[in-house]
């Protein structure tokens, strides 16, 4: 019996080409031969010619129905035995069943929804053997049957027309409801057809493009809205990513992209690109674009904001730290001088006629020595009274030239409050190369010429060895740090990360301490400058990540399972072999990957963004967490932030300190939370000094807290006890 099922041939009608494919598939993948036809009479003249084992055929078809291919069959000699199975979704009366039968109809079913359903069908058909000749076949008259027929026909007709009527008015109601929906998002949706023309508009994308719904269906879109690239230069339309989904199939979020206003005027947007399919072919596509507008000008504030200063506006000192690197990295550098210019007698403006009236004079300090420079020349204000000028391509008599002549300026009397004040200023002058080739040991010459220009009051002094007050001590205690590295005379300290919400303990940073045989125990800021000036950093650095993971594993074997933090220096980011150095010290000390956190300054980041890029996505990769310590005074772009491979922010303690009594400084760190929120990343706020800091960080949805509020860095046997004391107090309050 399997032999003849595989052998069959099945003659398969139905006016539906899906239909007749997947019914034909599920048929030859079962052993069957299958030919199609479309209808009863295609399917006559190929039962006549072909003699198939059995006929599948639909009721309801165009030219010649089913019931009729029934009839005419059994009026053909040589097909009169051959079964005939109709099958239908319309004809569901037994009456109709009985009339099927009446015409010789071997089975009369309910079209099956399952292919394989339609398999059990025709192997029923065929083991029941040849079809009887049926004496209705020949007995039954014409009218009779046309009667009969004619009868069912109306009333599936009436049918038929009700259920299109019914689908008709659903179909209406439905589409208004869409129309609706679609005219109150507040993103604009267009679709679009193969060939890139509007099928429908809603209001807020014709609004966005300045024209109504109307005069954009059926129009190119690509020519009205989307004609050229983020620059302005135009592209054609085969290059266009709103229409690349029209070609790949593929749904495209697109970022950075711009659309076009009907008054030449171009607004950024961000957009997701959907194909429309229809039995597998693409149709056409939907687009839903946001205008970015107000978040690039947000985020132009909040970078305006973290790299200059509030007072002033000037440039602030990250990012005079960020152009000095940018410079002295460059394939080429060119020589450059520093003049650090430290206001005299501003103390007694403060305290004689009060502190608004010395932050107008501060402020009227930038235009009178942007008078004496060139346009290429930079302005920044360090802090406090101390403002530095950046001489790009100048030798040391041009350096003393412009020095001569803003010791001039700055003499001249400033108008506050209706009368003359006369202050002068002290300038120091450090060259490059000359002086140093990095941006801390300029400013740091800068400033030790400054104070000798101070002592001698000669206006201005030009960096000597000789002149450095400092030297000798400094040479001294470099001695002493590289002998602490090398013999581990370091001491490292942990501060607890706080969960704002839980109050539970996620982590803590390593912070190096010094204790110096003759000076005490040194804080990082006394002797980690010196370091980096001198290339001591980066075994500094690794000293620190090898006691921090040898204590991380000490503790995690006492059941502290805490993850810990390790800041790095931008000279570590220049090594290529960091990634392979970091993977030895996890292996040695037996810490999983993501126990460590790497912590790397803005700053670090900027000196050479692409190969920061780089090194940092190799440790993620690893499964390190990455962390940007102090955010939000020296980010170059934040559209980088989002390609930077990183896993947390550190919003400087600047401006945490400062948040509860300076709205700036709130607005701020409102914004990096938000940022943050967007770009699904963790929030830790450094300086938590506070209840009143600790509870605006959580009204505002920060993640992590840290600072004194908590704990200071404690030593690793304390950081323990602490941290067992923080749980049975949270385990107590649950």
């Known amino acids: 019996m399997e032999l003849v099922r595989t052998r069959s041939l099945v003659l398969l009608v139905d006016d539906s080409p899906t239909q007749s494919r997947r019914s034909a598939e599920a048929l030859e993948v079962a052993g069957f031969r299958v030919r199609l036809a479309r209808n009863g009479r295609e399917a006559l003249e190929d039962a006549r010619r072909w003699r198939p084992d059995v006929i599948v055929s639909d009721v309801l078809m165009p030219v010649m129905d089913g019931f009729a291919l029934c009839r005419e069959v059994r009026r053909e000699p040589a097909l009169a035995r051959v079964p005939i199975v109709l099958h239908t979704m319309t004809f569901l009366d037994p009456r109709d069943e009985e009339f099927a039968l009446g015409l010789g109809a071997t089975r009369f079913v309910l079209k099956p929804t399952n292919p394989a359903d339609l398999v059990g069908e025709v192997r029923a058909a065929l083991s029941a053997g040849p079809a009887t ?4 076949a020949s007995t039954v008259e014409d009218s009779d049957f046309l009667q009969g027929y004619n009868q069912r026909l109306a009333a599936k007709l009436e049918e038929k027309v009700a259920e299109l009527e019914d689908a008709y008015t659903r179909l209406e109601q439905q589409s208004r409801r869409n129309e609706l929906i679609l005219g109150s998002v507040g993103e604009g949706v267009f679709g679009i057809d193969r060939q890139g023309h509007a099928t429908f508009v809603n209001e807020a994308a014709a609004q966005m493009a300045g024209l109504t719904a109307a005069e ?3 129009q190119p879109i690509h020519n009205l809205l989307h004609h050229s690239r983020p620059d302005g230069t135009p592209y054609p339309f085969d290059a266009c990513p709103s229409h690349r989904v029209l070609t790949d199939g593929a749904v495209h979020r697109i970022q950075d992209e711009v659309f076009w206003h009907t008054n030449g005027t171009s607004f950024p947007v961000e957009y997701l690109g959907t194909p429309i399919l229809d039995g597998g072919e693409i149709v056409g596509a939907v687009v839903t674009f946001t205008d970015i507008t107000e978040r690039r000008q947000a985020e132009a504030s909040l970078q305006h904001q973290a790299w200059h200063d509030v007072l002033t506006g000037l440039p602030n000192r990250t990012r005079l730290r960020v152009e000095l690197d940018q410079l002295m990295s460059a394939a080429s550098p060119e020589p450059f001088a520093l003049l650090l210019i430290d206001l005299d007698r501003f103390k007694e403006v403060n305290d004689t006629i009060g502190h608004p009236c010395g932050d107008l004079l501060l402020q009227q300090v930038g235009p009178r020595l942007r008078a004496e420079l060139r346009e290429a020349d930079t302005i920044a204000r360090l802090g406090g009274d101390e403002f530095v000028v950046l001489l790009r391509g100048a030798d040391v008599e041009r350096a003393r030239s412009v020095a001569t002549r803003l010791v001039v300026a700055l003499e001249r009397p400033f108008e506050l409050d209706g009368f003359g004040v006369a202050i002068g200023g002290s300038i120091g002058i450090a060259l490059y190369p000359e002086h140093g080739v990095d ?11 400054m104070y000798a220009a101070k002592d001698t009051r000669s206006g201005y002094t030009v960096y000597a060895p000789d002149t450095d007050r400092h030297s000798r001590e400094r040479l001294g205690l470099l001695a002493d740090l590289r002998q602490a590295i090398d013999q581990g005379d370091l001491l490292v300290h942990y501060q607890p990360q706080i969960d704002v919400r839980s109050g539970n303990l996620t982590a803590v940073e390593a912070l190096v301490r010094w204790p110096h045989p003759t000076r005490g125990l040194l804080p990082p800021d006394e002797f980690i400058p010196l370091a980096e000036r001198t290339r001591l950093i980066q075994p500094l650095s690794r000293w620190i990540l090898a006691a921090a993971l040898r204590q991380c594993a000490s503790w995690r074997a006492a059941g502290l399972d805490v993850p810990v933090s390790v800041n790095l220096s931008v000279y570590d980011l220049r090594d290529h072999d960091l990634p392979e150095l970091i993977d030895e010290a996890l292996a040695k000390h037996g810490v999983p990957p993501d126990r460590l956190r790497i912590e790397i300054t803005e700053s670090s980041l900027m000196a050479n963004p692409p190969r920061a890029r780089e090194i940092l996505a190799r440790l993620r990769a690893r499964g390190v967490q990455v962390s940007i310590d102090d955010f939000g005074i020296g980010y ?3 559209a980088y932030l989002k390609n930077l491979p990183v896993d947390e922010l550190k919003i400087d303690r ?16 409102r914004a990096i939370i938000d940022l943050a929120e967007v770009l699904g990343l963790r929030v830790v706020a450094e300086g938590v000094e506070d209840e009143a800091t600790l509870a605006a960080l959580a009204a505002l949805g920060c993640d992590v807290a ?3 509020y908590f ?3 404690l030593e690793p046997a304390a950081l323990a006890n602490w941290a067992a004391d923080a749980a049975g107090q949270a385990d107590i309050a649950a």
């Open 133 to 136: 000749a049926n004496p209705l």
């Open 216 to 218: 954009m269906l059926g």
């Open 439 to 449: 941006g801390d040991s300029l400013l740091r010459e800068a400033d030790i010429a």
């Open 636 to 638: 170059s772009s934040l």
């Open 654 to 669: 600047s401006f945490v300190h400062e948040m509860a009594i300076d709205p700036g400084s709130r607005a701020i760190v």
């Open 706 to 708: 840290q600072g004194y």
């Open 711 to 713: 704990s200071r860095a």
